[in-house]
């Protein structure tokens, strides 16, 4: 809404479809042919507006989605549950390669090149199994966040094949 004395007053919904800045034109206002008593009304100023010389703006709504805090715990698990995957599959890794070189040790017995300390034979019982959890539990961490984003309306969001499987792609 935008006011000025002896005039009358523009009103306009305007529609935004991106998030960012939008920008309306206000066209040249009419003059008020009402009596004075008439046409004034109280005129509020935000604080974070730069009116131009003889226009004060009466009301700004800032443009906030009302599913900005689901979208961004949707975000925030899908980061968790990738990066968890990431630790898994980085675990799986250490693991596939400390068995193997276990197996060479053992089929080469005492003329063993590469060999297996107790210490990563025992850290390879439990970083085997932890690493399988934490691929298990980040994928569900990042179809939640996914099946939120998805849900909250907050923007487009779609899953996209590729080489190596689906990807999560839209604007957020």
Same mark, same amino acid.
Do not use: C
């Given at each position: ?13 305007? &529609?935004?479809?991106? $998030? *960012? ?13 009402? &009596?004075? +008593?008439?046409?004034?009304? $109280?005129?509020?100023? &935000? ?5 131009? &010389? ?7 709504? $800032?443009?906030?989605? /009302? @599913? +900005? $805090?689901? #979208?961004? !715990? ?5 980061? /968790?549950?990738?990066? +968890? ?5 980085? *675990?799986? *890794?250490? #693991?596939?390669?400390?068995?193997? %070189?276990?197996? %060479? ?11 297996? #300390? ?18 298990? !539990? ?15 309306? @907050? ?14 792609? *839209?604007?957020?």
């Amino acid at each position: 809404m935008v006011a000025k004395d002896g005039f009358q007053r523009y009103t306009r919904t305007v &529609p935004v479809t991106t $998030p *960012g800045t939008t920008y309306e034109r206000v066209p040249p206002l009419t003059p008020d042919t009402r &009596p004075v +008593a008439e046409t004034k009304a $109280p005129i509020v100023s &935000p604080v974070n507006s730069t009116p131009q &010389p003889g226009l004060q703006f009466v009301e700004k709504r $800032p443009a906030v989605s /009302a @599913h +900005a $805090p689901f #979208s961004a !715990g949707g975000i925030t698990l899908v980061l /968790a549950g990738s990066a +968890a995957g990431i630790v898994g599959g980085v *675990g799986l *890794g250490w #693991s596939f390669s400390t068995y193997d %070189r276990l197996q %060479r040790q053992r089929m080469a017995g005492a003329n063993a090149t590469d060999i297996v #300390s107790l210490d990563d034979y025992n850290r390879l019982k439990w970083i085997y199994p932890s690493s399988w959890v934490a691929i298990g !539990g980040g994928a569900a961490l990042a179809t939640i966040g996914t099946i939120i984003l998805v849900a909250s309306n @907050h923007g487009r969001v779609t899953l996209v094949p590729n080489v190596g499987g689906l990807a999560l792609a *839209g604007t957020f």
